[in-house]
């Protein structure tokens, strides 16, 4: 008997490993029919024999097993700094095991509230992981990588929903759909299956809106450009952040890949924190290095930290610095959602003590900056309004804007981190999300990661694939509607929630 118990826990750290590879880069969706419904149906079956124990265990395990599988390269941040080398064990089990809590939250729920019909069990199911998937994304910094909807990441015409109820609406009934199978095995009548039937056909019908959104778009005017808008992509070594590269090599490295031309109106976009060993301020003593290369017709938009003294305390800011041609300072940005442990070090005072530090910096733990405002550039004849997202903050759904009065969303980008892994990939996932959500174009730079220009309805128009150096130019444009979900936000997601808790009666009452 013990056993069988072990045995079924390892089945269920397995279901959770094998539903990773629905996630990008692999995106082997059907996978989740199998995955996701033998959950279902396991915890349906405890729940009808009136099992009381581990009911907490069963969603851990299965989350522990899922998260393992796929936020493995998190380790991999740790291998550039001997100071961290200590921490991979601990990055590799302890960062699944605690994510896993939540999903075990939601099967304990699960076990707690009295519903023995399969429906009712089912859209149950799907509104307690949809629930517990919102807060992950949003409790503490937020965590809301691999929500099981990047299945769809490479399905563009599912995806246009997005425009209407956002990642975390469309997640939860990712969750429905993809356990919806497990009806044909539980049902209880003939009536049951039409309910699992239209659940297995509704991508049909979100095929079919967004086949229609796509059409419009595409046969929408294309606006040119009053100037060309240069993200590039570059391989640059991470030993920059350790204070071994050479300023002025990086510097005259990204002009040589940025190749400007002179009678060109341009904004070229360089990655996060790309040049080494200077500040903000300064970086105006490198003027020699732009001067033969650029001129007024160039403005450039370059990831570098920015610093600011009181007589309190030294603040150090991860910013995205707008430059006209000779390097005087436009306008700036300063990253708002850091990320813990690789911009700033959690109860650091504490922690610095036993020799840990931020992995990002040789000093001292980033600053946030006070909030997100569309960033104005009016400066020779370049009137730009965009919105600006530092590296982490791409994965945020619904909270990163609150005016949509902006032409593109930029996101500069290190994926260095990551490594050669597939992080990178889950990482560039997010930007088809937040552009289609959105209704904007969005213009991507990164350093060791992928690159690209993404549409309004998250086509990749340009890219610059991972381990590749180069650019893209963003010249024409197509004007697109303002969305829903870019209006009213997350609130979509209450609607969602609401028609759940409608079915959940609904088909309790019918039982």
């Known amino acids: 008997m013990e056993n069988k118990k072990y045995l079924e826990f390892i089945l269920l750290i397995a279901l959770g490993a094998f539903t ?56 991999i941040s740790l291998t550039f700094d001997e100071n961290f080398s200590f921490l991979i064990p601990f990055a590799l089990i302890l960062i699944p095991l605690f994510l896993g809590i939540f999903y075990g939250l939601a099967t304990y729920i699960f076990f707690k509230i009295d519903l023995k019909n399969s429906i009712s069990s089912l859209f149950l199911f799907s509104l307690l992981f949809g629930l517990i998937e919102f807060i992950r994304g949003n409790i503490f910094t937020g965590f809301p990588w691999n929500l099981i909807v990047f299945s769809f990441s490479e399905n563009l015409e599912i995806l246009q929903v997005l425009s209407f109820i956002g990642t975390y609406g469309l997640n939860m009934l990712c969750i429905s759909f993809f ?25 049909i019908f979100f095929f079919k809106l967004g086949s229609n959104n796509i059409s419009s778009f595409e046969l929408s ?34 002009i040589k890949i940025s190749q400007p031309d002179k009678n060109t109106k341009t904004v070229f976009l360089w990655p996060e924190g790309i040049i080494p060993n200077v500040n903000q301020k300064q970086l105006k003593e490198f003027e020699f290095l732009f001067s033969e290369k650029f001129n007024e017709n160039h403005l450039l938009a370059i990831g570098i930290n920015s610093y600011e003294q009181t007589d309190i305390k030294n603040y150090y800011y991860n910013t995205l610095s707008f430059y006209d041609h000779k390097l005087n ?34 000093y001292q733990s980033f600053s946030s ?65 937040r552009a289609i959500e959105s209704g904007k174009y969005l213009l991507r730079s990164a350093n060791n990661g992928i690159s690209a220009i993404i549409n309004p309805v998250g086509k990749i128009e340009k890219k610059i694939e991972f381990d590749q150096i180069g650019y893209i130019d963003f010249k024409d444009k197509k004007i697109f509607k303002e969305t829903v979900f870019s209006k009213y936000g997350n609130k979509m997601f209450l609607i969602i929630i609401l028609l759940y808790i409608f079915l959940i009666f609904s088909f309790n009452r019918i039982r």
């Open 20 to 75: 990773s590879l629905s996630l990008p880069p692999y995106n082997y969706l059907l996978i989740n029919f199998l995955t996701i419904s033998l959950f279902f149906i396991y915890i349906f079956q405890k729940k009808k024999l009136n099992v009381k124990k581990h009911t907490f265990l069963y969603g851990w395990l299965f989350g522990f097993g899922y998260f393992l599988t796929n936020l493995y390269w998190i380790s």
């Open 179 to 203: 356990a919806s199978p497990a009806i044909f095995i539980l049902r209880q009548n003939k009536k049951e299956i039409l309910v699992c039937i239209i659940f297995l056909l509704s991508p």
């Open 221 to 254: 005017k294309s606006v040119k450009n009053e100037y060309v808008i240069r993200p590039i992509g570059t391989k640059i070594n991470l030993d920059r952040f350790y204070g071994n590269s050479d300023t002025a090599e990086v510097i005259n490295e990204l």
């Open 329 to 362: 300072l436009v306008n700036d940005y300063k990253k708002v959602k850091l990320v813990p442990f690789g911009e700033f070090l959690p109860f650091e005072k504490i922690l610095k003590k036993l020799g840990l530090k931020s992995l990002t910096n040789n």
């Open 369 to 433: 900056g006070d909030h997100r405002e569309i960033l104005l550039v009016d400066e020779n004849n370049f009137d730009l309004k965009i919105l600006p997202l530092i590296c982490y903050e791409i994965i945020y759904s619904g909270n990163i804007f609150t005016n949509s009065d902006f032409d593109y969303i930029v996101n500069i980008s290190e994926d260095g981190w990551f490594g050669n892994s597939i992080g990178p990939y889950q990482h560039f996932a997010h930007s088809i999300f």
